[in-house]
């Protein structure tokens, strides 16, 4: 099979307007007569059911949430990005086009990543107009504030709450087409198998995760938005529940999976403190717009502050090295999440790492504290020489743009991050991987779409700041609804899809006999002791820094673990009734195939770019170095039996409107 990304011709900026202008829409009247499941209702499934359900299309939805508005989408903190220019800083469609596609690290589709940036801006209006309380400055319009990859400010938020609040918007507007019937929430249910008749995506099998319950349902096409896959690597930024099921079960049926291995590792988490760990904590990328980065200059000083001899405060300006604002000058603390994140990385590694594992940095907001702290005392006509005066109202400035955030940051750690500088560490926060998808936003199987973070998105091999919030409202606001309608047209007389056809009763057996085959398993040990084992491979061979000899030790080392997991796995319990063991068999089942795939991605990508770093290439100063000759694809993976036996497909990547030089933020 070909791939056809089908990307509309004529000018980048065109492009996606022409292509409205000319697709098939199917009327008012007939929407009535079709209906569409939509799988997730974070911020891309919760805005497509809400926008499709709105133009009249009959939506199912579905999460294994109690509730839409729990969907993972709501921990996101910093904020949203779009092209409004409102700070007349020089930004524009154009820029926040090159932005994303430089870093990215030139491995995104350029018409797809146009098409967001040109769509920004209308997300911002459409979620003031649905009420979001986004932050606004003293004369009442809208604020922005910088993240990584870019030099002007373009992100819109709510403090540290911004997906909560997106997510509030998306549900209230889905909340109406519930009430009025158009939307047919499932909650606590859970996809586990696509339907598939004559070639087309027509219904998915769930189960009932309260009753247990095995149900059919069925519909003209099927969108999967049910977010990233982050938790192969066990411990994750992610929410606990997020996993990859449906979007690897589509795969089984024939939706390809594209690059696996860009993963993001997000450079400002709260370090792992121990085994006993099954969740990381976020501290937002928005904290580096205040926050200064830094580790001791000297190992000895590094040394004693591990033994706790020396508290960072103890040092003063010249004993620290701000290794960011060194090594970056032009970016500083806001270069993008891989460069930060090896940035720091190296400096562990060669020994000036702080916290007792070594494994962490200062992020300081002792500077930030003092300039808002001296601006305010001016505006009062207060007097800024006064020290106390000035660390009081410029920790009021601090406390006001990320007080949640530390407020967390307090809670987990037990230190005042307003008087002590945080420590942070890499953790895993994000894949850029996931179902291919053409321009359409549809997957190799007809009729079934992939939006959000599920898909392979737009970002390239690493996405910066802000970006994913803006581009799952993209795909579930302004594009899926219009491309879908293409799609759907000349199904305006097909009439109900049947659940009893041989295609449902088939998937629902299959269904069956997976979860009967762990509930009579005799194993000894529980799901998540061979969850832990897969991270922990992940991490060391699959991680921030890859080789081909780790790669190729974790393929067969994650191939020997999915054996034993099925000879051994103990899961309690019956298949008929709530039973969390078994949902965590279920997805970690699906982990443990799709880790290996996503090493053997890693393996077969001979270049280093974005979150994938590949330790044989690396320039002299350690910068990853791409391969634009031999890479510059999309890697989409066909599924034949078994992830070893995986078959690649390779999208060119066509560079037309920037041009491919290597990345750098000096
Ligand atoms: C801590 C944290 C902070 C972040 N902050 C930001 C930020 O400030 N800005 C930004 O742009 N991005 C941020 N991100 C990234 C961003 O939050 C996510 O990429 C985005 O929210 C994903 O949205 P989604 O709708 O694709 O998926 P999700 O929000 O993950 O929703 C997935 C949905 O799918 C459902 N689902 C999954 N599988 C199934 C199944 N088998 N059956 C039924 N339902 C299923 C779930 O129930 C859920 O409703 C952050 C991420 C993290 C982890």
């Known amino acids: 099979m070909s791939l056809d990304s089908k990307i509309p011709n004529g000018p980048i900026s065109d492009k996606w307007t022409n292509y409205k202008d000319h697709i098939n829409l199917v009327n008012p009247a007939n929407k009535r007569n079709i209906d569409i499941i939509v799988v997730g209702t974070g911020l891309a499934g919760g805005s497509a059911a809400a926008t499709l359900a709105e133009l009249g299309y009959n939506v199912k939805a579905f999460c294994f949430q109690d509730s839409p508005r729990r969907a993972h989408s709501i921990a996101a903190q910093g904020g949203i990005n779009a092209a409004k220019n409102y700070q007349g800083d020089g930004d524009s469609t154009f820029r926040l086009f090159y932005d994303t596609v430089k870093g990215g690290d030139y491995r995104a589709r350029e018409a797809n990543v146009h098409r967001l940036a040109e769509v920004s801006a209308n997300i911002i209006d459409q979620c003031v107009a649905q009420g979001v309380p986004l932050a606004r400055e003293y004369g009442g319009l809208l604020d922005n504030r910088s993240f990584g990859g870019t030099l002007v400010s373009r992100t819109f938020y709510a403090k540290g709450q911004t997906g909560q609040q997106l997510l509030l918007g998306a549900y209230s507007a889905m909340n109406r087409q519930i009430g009025r019937g158009k939307i047919k929430m499932h909650n606590r249910h859970e996809m586990l198998d696509l339907v598939i008749v004559n070639g087309k995506a027509r219904g998915i099998i769930a189960r009932n995760l309260v009753t247990g319950e095995i149900e059919r349902h069925s519909a003209h096409a099927v969108v999967i938005a049910s977010g990233g896959y982050g938790n192969v690597f066990f411990l994750s930024t992610n929410a606990m529940g997020s ?16 690059n696996p291995c860009y993963t993001q590792i997000h450079p400002t988490c709260i370090p792992v403190s121990g085994d006993h760990q099954s969740k990381l904590t976020l501290m937002s990328e928005s904290l580096r717009n205040d926050g200064r980065i830094w580790v001791p200059k000297s190992l000895e000083d590094a040394k004693a502050i591990r033994e706790g001899k020396k508290k960072p405060t103890d040092l003063s300006e010249e004993e620290r090295d701000y290794y960011l604002e060194r090594r970056y000058p032009s970016f500083g603390n806001l270069v993008p999440r891989d460069v930060a994140s090896r940035a720091a990385k190296e400096r562990c590694d060669a020994g000036y790492g702080v916290n007792k594992t070594g494994e962490a940095v200062y992020l300081d907001f002792a500077a930030a504290i003092q300039r808002y702290g001296k601006e305010q005392a001016y505006i009062k006509g207060l007097d800024a020489d006064d020290k106390k005066l000035v660390i009081k109202l410029g920790t009021d400035v601090v406390a006001n743009k990320y007080g949640n955030l530390f407020q967390m940051y307090e809670k987990i750690v037990d230190e005042n991050p307003y008087v002590t500088p945080m420590m942070i560490y890499p953790a895993v926060h994000y894949t850029m991987g996931g179902t291919w998808v053409d321009y359409n936003l549809m997957t190799t199987i007809p009729g079934c779409f992939s939006i959000g973070e599920s898909n392979f998105s737009d970002h390239g091999a690493n996405r910066l700041g802000a970006s994913a919030l803006m581009q799952g409202l993209a795909d579930g606001y302004f594009v899926l609804p219009y491309t879908i309608g293409d799609y759907l047209a000349p199904d305006i007389k097909t009439g109900k899809i049947s659940t009893d056809l041989p295609e449902f009763v088939e998937a629902e057996n299959n269904v069956r006999e997976q979860l009967n085959k762990f509930i009579n398993n005799n194993g000894k040990h ?10 922990k491979i992940m991490w060391d061979k699959v991680g921030m820094a890859r ?9 067969h080392e994650i191939a020997e673990l999915r054996e034993e997991f099925y000879r051994d796995v103990k899961v309690p319990g019956s298949i008929d009734s709530f039973n969390q063991e078994l949902e965590k068999a279920m997805r970690v089942a699906d982990f443990l195939e799709l880790g290996e795939l996503f090493a053997k991605d890693a393996l077969h990508r001979n270049e280093s770019c974005g979150g994938h770093f590949r330790e044989e290439y690396q320039t002299e100063e350690g910068e990853a170095m791409r391969d634009d000759e031999n890479f510059a694809y999309v890697a989409a993976w066909e599924y034949k039996g078994k992830p070893s ?3 690649l497909h390779k999208e060119p ?3 037309e409107n920037i041009k491919l030089v290597q990345r750098s933020y000096k």
């Open 243 to 258: 996993n990859a099921t449906a979007a690897w079960k589509i795969h089984k049926k024939g939706a390809f999976f594209a």
């Open 526 to 535: 529980s799901v998540d002791h061979f969850h832990k084992k897969l991270g």
């Open 645 to 647: 036996e995986a078959v």
């Open 547 to 555: 080789n081909a000899e780790g790669l190729n030790e974790a393929i």
């Open 653 to 655: 990547l066509v560079y």
